[in-house]
């Protein structure tokens, strides 16, 4: 990676003026993720307010940038939520051209929800651009795609803790385990447990297939393939620790086939066939 900025293709693209704030998925880690509406953010923005999971190859691509750290991470010491929106208030009001850059997509548990109400309840325009969030991104560098025509026809993605820290009391795991074929799980490491625990007493198996993420799309990326009933143990003996996407159903398998980054490293796939279909892929 140079410190290079990469150059944007001829194309009509928006300009970021003085007194706006741009809210913008910086994707699941990979700088290579990033949209070109993102890149095109950090090469006009005065400040850059970046969460925790921004990588610093993005953060270079914005050297004539202030940047202002305002990650908030789990178990740490953070800044307060009301402190990050009136913050973005105020650079806007000083006339500064300010980017908003969050990890995965702002709208995906991002609180990007948030920000960008406080900052139109106060009168600041705001431009909205998505991202990649970790839980489509991060499982398919994985290998692990969240549907499947012979595995899903739903796809659940759920927070592992809410504003507590705690595990989500408004979600019905009794629903959600019998309702969705496959879980998407954002910031469940430290909940795991209990969220194993509600969704085999609501009737899934302890067989059935999981997987954790963690740093996914970086260099750091690790796997973990387990069970429901084992994972637990299974993280508690890798020493994982987060930030992690957990993914519960049988789209899980198919990593055993398109483990990409292992077959790109020289490693045959292990199944060719791990749903047991027993006929090619493309037949109907």
Avoid at 229 to 241: F, K, L, N, R, Y
Wanted: proline share 7%.
């Amino acid at each position: 990676m140079t410190d290079a900025i990469p150059p944007l293709p001829a194309y009509n693209w928006p300009t970021l003026e003085k007194g706006w704030v741009w809210l913008c998925g910086a994707g699941p880690g990979d700088a290579g993720l990033l949209t070109l509406h993102a890149l095109n953010a950090l090469r006009q923005a005065d400040v850059v307010v970046y969460d925790a999971l921004v990588q610093e190859d993005i953060l270079q691509w914005a050297p004539q940038a202030a940047l202002i750290y305002a990650g908030k991470r789990g178990g740490k010491p953070s800044a307060k939520q009301r402190d990050i929106s009136l913050r973005l208030v105020d650079l806007a009001r000083a006339g500064k051209r300010v980017l908003r850059l969050k990890g995965g997509d702002p709208f995906v548990f991002g609180r990007g929800g948030e920000e960008a109400q406080t900052l139109v309840q106060h009168g600041i325009p705001i431009r909205i651009i998505p991202g990649i969030s970790a839980g489509i991104g991060g499982l398919a560098y994985a290998g692990i795609p969240v549907t499947h025509r012979d595995v899903n026809q739903s796809v659940t993605f759920v927070t592992g803790h809410d504003q507590s820290g705690n595990t989500p009391g408004s979600l019905d795991w009794a629903s959600i385990a019998k309702g969705s074929q496959v879980i998407v799980i954002y910031m469940g490491m430290k909940h795991i447990a209990q969220i194993a625990g509600q969704l085999m007493a609501a009737g899934r198996p302890p067989s059935e297939p999981v997987a954790v993420v963690t740093t996914a799309t970086t260099a750091d990326q690790h796997v973990l393939e387990t069970t429901l009933g084992t994972v637990v143990d299974d993280i508690a003996a890798s020493g994982m620790e987060p930030p992690a996407i957990i993914c519960v159903g049988r789209s899980v398998l198919m990593r055993q086939v398109l483990d990409w980054q292992a077959m790109g490293a020289g490693q045959a796939p292990r199944n060719l066939d791990p749903l047991d279909r027993g006929r090619p892929a493309e037949s109907a």
